[in-house]
């Protein structure tokens, strides 16, 4: 059983840490692309920016939290979801909008959101330096150790508070998610343009506000995904480059444009990378006594090395591109 | 003054004018017809009067108030609709949300609008919970035209309304134009279908190369053994 | 009297004299300032630059291609540079090791053609979904086996005789084998990509490029890894025999000899009918497909030929670096200041790109020094006036600093020079 309590840690519970961080910033990507038509390659540098707002705020009233029972980075999210999605907006009135005004092709819009990337990537290191610290300042990560019950394991089930935050917070995202678009006229309005932005502009709907909506939810998502990552190892600047990758990844197996498949799809890549690097030789050990005497299990059986964990979402990414260029489901063709 | 007065309208895409200088009237009580050969500026006729395409010559006036070059949501306010001629729907939304996203400027009357709507295309009811894209084709451009009247618009262009449609369908299709100009709704559209689309119209207009080449009334262009020869295959 | 000049002669190339000089300019700057052997250094590799910067203005220029993952490419042609040049290991190939290493990939042959014949099963009348399945579990057990088998040995290269060492073959082997490397890759992810989105291409060549990056650095058995392998020899004689100065001017040569040679193929190939068409296809894919031009075609052949130019340049560059460091690829270095150089030159044209390549590389290296002092200067007087506390690591910053500033400057020239310095000239075809 230990064994078994092993694999819920180890890769249960860190593929679904890893699927909600993908989850919610592929929905961000997705819905920036769906109604923009851009891969937003900036992204995941507005995920580095939301954590870095909440670390200085946190760093400022490290006792704020205590106050009211919960861990001083959660209290500050809002502020810094707040801060993110002027970001976001304040990007594409600078650099995104006027291109688009000026009718240049979507790739240009994607090299220019490159060039996003570098100047967040410089300020944020600029202010920030290059080291990795950690969000719970003042406070400790409280770790919960779950026994199971009788003596059927020695070891506990692990998991962390931010773990559950950000599990807690992913199913609410998405319930949200699905309410806003499917019950509100602006959710409505968005997924008007993403289908059709002709006939949206037709139908009197305002585009400029609901590109401004686009950037406010994919602002305030990204910082929640930063942050809870951050939460749950550190804060790195380097964070947002091996999380480009992955979250395309999940973006496009999903079908780029649909948010449910995005939620899809990074919990796929999510769990896909977990357990392509656990190492399923513990799983075999206890029912060693079943094979014959000269099949030894070897000491590693993952299916590669951690150091290759980068090359999973792309493997995936590029299977899905020949097999179905469009996502794993059915779906319309942007 | 006519509801819709467009004066030597010169217009096209990135800076190539494809219409060159086209006059058209409609009154409320008009059905106006654009015919014409493929690719002379029908469909950008109709885009040029609802802010799609640069006007950039001439004037386009609503009830002698300039309309030339507004964006098209102002132009909703005002009181047109439009049809495109193909993609006027939002495939993977409901029909019901379709018709909703027609009334979004004006959220209150929504609920109102939509059993009028309902009312005046009944299969649309049956319907209302399925994406617009699984629909038959007549009842895709009941969709379409469902959008644009849920603003209760007092000018409606419609592009093509019949493009692909089975007679059947064409008729209803036509029916239904004439009943909503009826009920006090100026129409201007572009047909393919010259013939049954003239039966029907009380203005003419032909358009070849971007110009006005007759303008008169329907009947008196079915009759005419020009146009009939040039334009409605003998 | 400029004015006079340019009123007697319309046809002078103003726009190119200017950026010309402009390059001299800057260039006498740095030989006045730096002194001539830290100035060849710099040209040398700018000249390097130039040759990947004109394999990604193919891409771009004339294919339209977003190719995001340059530094993929580069590592690419600097790992087969190292691998050609690099004397034999003789320890390595008298060992059983080279047998044994053999004798893995041969399973792993046979392993591939398992999987090859099982995924073709159906045709025996086995269900299709029962196929997939079954081609995939076999694959997964396929490379689990082969992991096991070939892990002892790539460990035991380590261990015994440091890495597989080189080929022994003259430099420009290498490059030449790593434009050819870098082309198959190349190949291989123009052909999944380029028919889909233009914004899938770009995705798929940033992560290949960070894959490449990691094979690189964790294959210790190959390319020793994060111990890096140094001194690449040069096709020309080193520094230690002619001196720095004699030794980079000779490397400048023969960079310089392939840059013109490229750049003359590249002008045939633009007026050629080949280059018509691809900017036709470029420009209005709709009426070229119309006129049945074979458009997947020409497109892999554009973007296949930019990654051959890209691993050249790469080789060459490494070389000149005389260590191939697999960490040492950066996407900010490798991919986004040569995307610089090229839609600040101006893409789709060589001799602007060539410019741009020297231009903007002269004003990367000038940069840090330059960022530096302003940032002392301002960190000077912060303290003088305010009594602030200049942060401690000025020169990391300083580095950061320049991140920004290539992001600036490439968002900044896609909004008011879209076109580049140098616009490309567009002839109308008639
Ligand atoms: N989006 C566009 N961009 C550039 N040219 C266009 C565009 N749409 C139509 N055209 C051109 O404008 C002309 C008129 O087109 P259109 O008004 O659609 O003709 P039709 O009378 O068949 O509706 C055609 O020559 C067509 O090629
Ligand atoms: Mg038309």
Not at chain 1, 19 to 27: H, W
Not at chain 2, 58 to 62: K, T
Not at chain 3, 115 to 130: F, T
């Given at each position: 059983?230990?064994e078994l309590v092993f694999?819920?840690?180890?890769?249960?519970?860190?593929?679904?840490?890893a699927?909600?961080?993908?989850?919610?910033?592929?929905?961000?990507?997705?819905?920036v692309?769906s109604?923009m038509?851009?891969a937003?390659?900036a992204?995941?540098?507005q995920?580095?920016?939301g954590?870095?707002?909440v670390f200085?705020?946190?760093a400022l009233f490290?006792g704020?939290?205590?106050?009211l029972?919960i861990p001083t980075?959660?209290l500050?999210l809002?502020?810094?979801?707040l801060?993110?999605?002027?970001?976001a907006?304040?990007i594409?009135?600078?650099?995104?909008k006027?291109l688009?005004?000026?009718?240049?092709k979507?790739?240009?819009?994607?090299?220019?959101?490159l060039?996003v990337?570098?100047?967040l990537?410089g300020i944020?290191?600029l202010?920030a330096g290059?080291?990795?610290?950690?969000?719970?300042?003042e406070?400790?990560?409280a770790i919960?150790?779950l026994?199971?019950?009788?003596?059927?394991?020695s070891?506990?089930?692990v998991i962390t508070e931010?773990q559950?935050?950000?599990?807690v917070?992913?199913i609410?995202?998405v319930f949200?998610?699905?309410?806003?678009?499917?019950?509100?006229r602006m959710?409505k309005?968005?997924r008007a343009m993403s289908?059709?932005?002709?006939?949206a502009?037709?139908?009197?709907i305002d585009?400029?506000?609901?590109?401004m909506v686009?950037?406010?939810?994919?602002?305030?998502?990204?910082?929640?995904?930063?942050?809870f990552l951050s939460?749950?190892?550190?804060?790195?600047?380097?964070?947002?480059?091996?999380?480009?990758?992955?979250i395309?990844?999940?973006?496009?197996v999903?079908g780029?444009?649909?948010p449910?498949g995005?939620i899809a799809?990074?919990f796929?890549?999510?769990?896909?990378?977990t357990?392509?690097v656990f190492?399923?030789?513990v799983?075999?050990?206890p029912i060693?006594h079943w094979?014959?005497?000269?099949?030894?299990?070897?000491?590693?059986?993952?299916?590669v090395g951690?150091e290759y964990?980068?090359?999973?979402p792309f493997?995936i990414?590029v299977?899905v591109?020949?097999?179905r260029p469009?996502?794993?489901?059915?779906?319309?063709?942007? | 003054m006519?509801?819709l007065n467009?004066?030597?309208?010169?217009?096209g895409?990135?800076?190539?004018?494809i219409?060159?200088?086209v006059?058209?009237a409609?009154d409320?009580?008009?059905?106006g017809v654009?015919?014409?050969?493929?690719?002379a500026?029908?469909?950008t006729m109709?885009k040029?009067?609802f802010?799609?395409?640069?006007?950039n010559g001439?004037?386009?006036?609503?009830r002698g108030q300039?309309i030339?070059?507004?964006?098209?949501n102002k132009l909703?306010?005002?009181?047109?609709?439009?049809?495109?001629?193909?993609?006027?729907?939002?495939?993977?939304m409901?029909?019901?949300?379709?018709?909703?996203?027609?009334?979004?400027?004006?959220?209150q009357e929504?609920?109102r609008?939509?059993e009028?709507i309902?009312?005046?295309?009944?299969?649309?009811?049956?319907?209302r919970?399925?994406p617009?894209?699984?629909?038959?084709g007549g009842?895709?451009?009941m969709?379409a035209?469902?959008?644009a009247?849920m603003?209760?618009?007092?000018?409606?262009?419609l592009?093509?309304p019949?493009?692909?449609?089975s007679p059947?369908y064409?008729?209803e299709?036509?029916?239904?134009?004439?009943?909503i100009?009826?009920?006090g709704v100026?129409v201007?559209?572009?047909?393919?279908?010259?013939k049954?689309?003239?039966?029907i119209?009380t203005?003419?207009?032909v358009?070849?190369?971007?110009?006005n080449?007759?303008?008169d009334?329907?009947?008196?262009?079915?009759?005419?053994?020009?146009?009939?020869k040039?334009?409605?295959?003998? | 009297?400029?004015a006079k000049?340019?009123?007697k002669?319309?046809d002078?190339?103003?726009?190119e004299?200017?950026?010309a000089a402009l390059?001299l300019?800057?260039l006498?700057?740095?030989?006045?300032?730096?002194g001539?052997?830290?100035s060849?250094?710099?040209?040398v590799e700018?000249a390097?630059?130039?040759i990947i910067?004109?394999?990604?203005?193919?891409q771009w220029?004339y294919?339209?291609?977003?190719n995001a993952?340059?530094?993929?490419?580069?590592a690419?042609?600097g790992?087969c540079?190292m691998s050609f040049?690099?004397p034999?290991?003789?320890?390595?190939w008298n060992s059983?090791?080279p047998?044994?290493l053999?004798?893995?990939?041969?399973?792993g042959?046979?392993?591939i053609a398992l999987?090859?014949?099982?995924?073709?099963?159906?045709?025996?009348?086995?269900?299709?979904?029962?196929r997939?399945?079954?081609?995939?579990i076999?694959?997964l057990?396929?490379?689990?086996?082969?992991r096991s088998?070939f892990?002892?040995?790539t460990?035991a290269?380590?261990s015994?005789?440091d890495?597989?060492?080189?080929?022994?073959?003259?430099?420009?082997?290498?490059w030449?084998m790593?434009?050819?490397?870098?082309g198959?890759v190349?190949?291989f992810i123009?052909?999944?990509?380029?028919g889909?989105r233009?914004d899938y291409l770009?995705?798929a060549?940033l992560?290949?490029a960070?894959i490449i990056k990691a094979?690189?650095?964790?294959?210790?058995?190959?390319?020793?890894?994060?111990?890096?392998?140094s001194p690449l020899p040069?096709?020309?004689?080193?520094?230690?025999?002619?001196?720095f100065?004699w030794?980079r001017?000779?490397y400048l040569v023969?960079?310089?000899v392939?840059i013109?040679a490229?750049?003359?193929?590249?002008?045939k190939a633009?007026n050629?009918?080949?280059g018509?068409m691809i900017?036709a296809?470029?420009?209005?894919e709709?009426s070229?497909?119309?006129?049945?031009?074979?458009?997947e075609k020409?497109?892999?052949?554009v973007?296949?030929?930019?990654c051959?130019l890209i691993g050249i340049?790469?080789?060459?560059?490494?070389s000149?670096n005389g260590?191939?460091?697999?960490?040492g690829?950066l996407p900010?270095?490798?991919?986004?200041?040569?995307?610089?150089?090229?839609?600040?030159?101006?893409p789709?044209?060589n001799?602007g790109?060539?410019?741009?390549?020297?231009?903007?590389?002269?004003?990367?290296?000038?940069?840090?020094?330059?960022?530096l002092?302003?940032m002392?200067l301002?960190?000077d007087?912060?303290?003088?006036?305010f009594?602030w506390?200049a942060?401690?690591?000025?020169?990391s910053r300083?580095l950061q600093?320049r991140?920004?500033?290539i992001?600036?400057?490439?968002?900044l020239?896609?909004r008011?020079a879209?076109k580049?310095l140098?616009?490309?000239?567009l002839?109308?075809?008639?």
């Open positions: 059983m230990n694999f819920i840690n180890k890769a249960l519970i860190s593929g679904a840490v699927g909600s961080i993908y989850a919610i910033g592929a929905v961000g990507v997705t819905l692309f109604i038509r851009f937003h390659f992204h995941a540098d995920m580095t920016f954590a870095l707002i200085f705020l946190t490290p704020a939290g205590a106050a029972g980075p959660l500050m809002p502020l810094a979801m801060a993110t999605s002027v970001l907006i304040g594409d009135k600078a650099f995104y006027p688009r005004e000026h009718g240049v979507p790739i240009v819009i994607v090299i220019a959101s060039g990337t570098l100047m990537q944020i290191r202010f290059t080291s990795s610290r950690s969000l719970y300042i406070e400790s990560k919960f150790r026994d199971l019950p009788g003596d059927l394991a070891r506990p089930l931010p559950i935050l950000l599990i917070f992913t609410l995202a949200g998610l699905h309410l806003f678009l499917n019950r509100t959710g309005a968005m289908d059709n932005p002709d006939l502009r037709v139908s009197g585009t400029n506000k609901v590109v686009t950037w406010v939810l994919a602002g305030c998502l990204a910082a929640a995904a930063g942050t939460l749950d190892v550190s804060l790195s600047p380097d964070l947002s480059f091996f999380l480009l990758l992955p395309f990844a999940a973006a496009i999903g780029v444009g649909h449910y995005a799809g990074g796929l890549v999510g769990y896909a990378e357990l392509s190492n399923w030789s799983l075999l050990r060693n094979f014959p005497e000269w099949m030894e299990i070897p000491r590693n059986l993952s299916l951690t964990k980068i090359v999973v493997f990414l299977v591109l020949i097999w469009t996502g794993i489901f059915k779906g319309k063709v942007i | 006519s509801l467009a004066t030597q309208v010169e217009g895409y990135g800076g190539m004018n219409l060159k200088g006059d058209m409609i409320k009580e008009d059905i654009i015919v014409g050969p493929n690719g500026g029908k469909s109709l040029a009067i802010g799609l395409v640069e006007v001439g004037d386009i006036q609503l300039s030339a070059n507004l964006a098209p909703v306010e005002l009181g047109m609709g439009f049809i495109p001629q193909e993609k006027n729907i939002f495939p993977s409901t029909v019901e949300e379709n018709l909703e996203m027609g009334a979004y400027i004006k959220p929504t609920a609008m939509l009028k309902y009312g005046f295309f009944p299969p649309l009811k049956e319907k919970k399925q617009a894209g699984e629909l038959s009842q895709r451009q969709v035209m469902g959008r009247l603003t209760e618009p007092t000018l409606l262009l592009d093509e019949t493009a692909g449609l059947l064409m008729q299709i036509f029916d239904r134009i004439v009943e100009n009826k009920a100026g201007l559209m572009v047909e393919q279908n010259a049954q689309a003239l039966e119209a203005k003419g207009f358009l070849a190369s971007g110009q080449l007759y303008t009334s329907g009947h008196n262009l079915l009759n005419d053994p020009e146009v009939a040039s334009f409605l295959g003998g | 009297m400029l000049l340019f009123d002669y319309p002078l190339p103003l726009r004299l200017v950026v390059v300019v800057a006498l700057f740095v030989f006045l300032s730096q001539n052997a830290y060849l250094r710099m040209l700018a390097c630059y130039a910067a004109l394999g990604l203005t193919i220029g294919g339209g291609q977003f993952g340059v530094m993929g490419f580069v690419l042609g790992f540079a040049s690099m034999v290991n003789t320890e390595f059983d090791l047998g044994r053999g004798q893995t990939f041969l399973w042959l046979v392993g999987v090859v014949a099982v995924s073709q099963v159906h045709r025996l009348g086995v269900p299709k979904k029962l997939t399945i079954l081609t995939i076999l694959a057990i396929v490379w689990m086996v082969f088998l892990d002892p040995v460990s290269i380590e015994e005789v890495f597989v060492g080189g080929l022994g073959m003259p430099a420009w082997i290498g030449l790593g434009g050819l490397l870098a198959v190349g190949y123009g052909h999944i990509c380029l889909l233009s770009a995705i060549t992560g290949i960070e094979f690189l650095k964790n294959a210790d058995w190959l390319t020793r890894g994060t111990a890096t392998v040069w096709p020309t004689p080193g520094p230690g025999e002619l001196g100065i030794a001017s000779l023969i960079t310089a392939m013109v490229i750049f003359y193929l590249l002008q633009y050629a009918p080949w018509r900017r296809i470029r420009d209005n709709i070229a497909r119309a006129m049945g031009k074979n458009i020409r497109r892999l052949e973007f296949v030929f930019g051959v340049g790469g080789g060459a560059l490494t000149f260590i191939f460091d697999a960490t690829y900010l270095n490798h991919t986004f200041l040569v995307l610089v150089m090229v839609i600040l030159g101006g789709g044209n001799l790109t060539i410019l741009g390549a020297l231009l903007v590389y002269i004003i990367w290296v000038m940069s840090e020094p330059l960022a002092w302003i002392q301002f960190a007087l912060g303290s003088g006036a009594g506390d942060p401690d690591n000025l020169s300083a600093a991140v920004f500033v992001g600036l400057l490439i968002v020239v896609l008011y879209p580049g140098m616009p490309e000239k002839k109308h075809i008639s």
